[in-house]
């Protein structure tokens, strides 16, 4: 079995080839944020006309470099949402032309699916079930995982996701785009102690999140000082010991009502270094094996496409053959696929 994967829900463009036996046979990718860094952020027009130019010549390459041919390749695996619509839709209609040219199948991923299975990518893979924590710019959630197709949230954020939260303060701090990779670095001369920020929901049991108090405090922690470069180093110390602090103690809850000795972490705040280190404590601590994909994995990808796709290829999970593309689509437990109008999973 050897699945294509495209991606394409936001800004960036990627295209994979993973074969059931032999793994991860290519991965391309092409990031748009040079072209976004102008405006501050992500412009869906733009998003969308990058796209069309990326793909052909990133599945071209893709394939030399998998050394396949497309009559090897025996389905088109896509991210049908949640994402940008008009990059969703360039994706979808791309795949599900390739699909009618070669006669294979189109699968319509949903894109966290993806992000939850990309630990699988990596050896040692985590077995089913296991508990997820799903961290990115746009999805902060804790997920009781069973096995493929069966996603139980068990907490999500209710404002900001924890990304966005970087992101946003990042601009407050005068950082480029994208913002939490610069805050990270920021930080790392920032004193620790120096700016206490609270940790949002600790106060009360459940698993839910809010980040968006973060941010203001952020906020009023540099209103009337002189923005110096230590002053920021402080703040962005502060706020990221504050969202880490958080997540891990959110986890650890998770782990002990859950009962799971696998701990997956998901996204692209994944690959905070301080938020991995604070989750191997919890690990320990809680007798939980964690497993992290490699930096690359966390952020959006083509190769989670292609695997999702190829599990779900040979666990017969194949839908119709419409285009499908929705800007929201929330993850839950039924079979539905995107272009039946359903949900994927909301386990009873």
């Known amino acids: 079995m050897r699945v294509l994967g495209i991606e394409s829900s936001c800004d960036e463009t990627a295209v994979a080839v993973y074969d059931a036996r032999r793994g991860l046979l290519a991965h391309r990718l092409h990031s748009q944020i040079a072209m976004h860094q102008a405006y501050g952020g992500v412009v ?3 998003a969308s006309r990058d796209h069309v130019r990326r793909l052909l010549p990133l599945v071209r390459g893709a394939l030399a470099d998998a050394e396949s041919a497309s009559e090897s390749i025996d389905a088109v695996a896509y991210t049908a949402g949640p994402g940008l619509i008009g990059a969703l839709l360039v994706g979808a209609g791309f795949a599900r032309s390739l699909s009618l040219a070669w006669g294979k199948p189109a699968l319509g991923i949903h894109h966290l699916e993806g992000h939850l299975l990309a630990p699988l990518l990596e050896d040692p893979a985590p077995s089913f079930p296991f508990l997820a ?3 990115s710019g746009g999805h902060t959630q804790l997920v009781d995982v069973a096995g493929l197709g069966r996603y139980r949230i068990l907490g999500q954020s209710l404002d900001d996701a924890a990304g966005e939260a970087f992101d946003k303060t990042a601009k407050l701090l005068g950082l480029p785009y994208p913002g939490g990779a610069a805050l990270a670095k920021l930080a790392l001369a920032g004193k620790s102690g120096e700016f206490v920020f609270p940790r949002p929901m600790l106060d009360r049991p459940g698993l839910e999140f809010s980040f968006s108090g973060l941010k203001t405090a952020a906020l009023v922690a540099l209103r009337g000082r002189e923005a110096s470069e230590q002053l920021r180093a402080d703040v962005a110390r502060g706020f990221q010991e504050a969202v880490v602090a958080t ?11 859950t009962g799971h000795r696998r701990l997956v972490i998901a996204g692209g705040v ?6 991995r280190a604070r989750l191997l404590e919890v690990g320990r601590d809680c007798g939980a094996e964690l497993y992290f994909p490699r930096p690359e994995f966390c952020t959006d990808n083509g190769a989670m496409i292609a695997l999702a796709g190829c599990l779900r290829m040979q666990a017969g999970l194949v839908a119709g053959g419409a285009v499908c593309a929705r800007a929201r689509w929330e993850l839950g437990l039924a079979e539905d696929s995107p272009d039946q109008g359903g949900r994927v999973a909301t386990a009873g």
């Open 44 to 46: 869906p027009e733009l």
């Open 133 to 135: 924590l799903l961290v």
């Open 247 to 257: 997540l891990a103690e959110k986890c650890r809850r998770a782990l002990r009502l």
């Open 270 to 275: 994944g690959a905070n270094l301080q938020l």
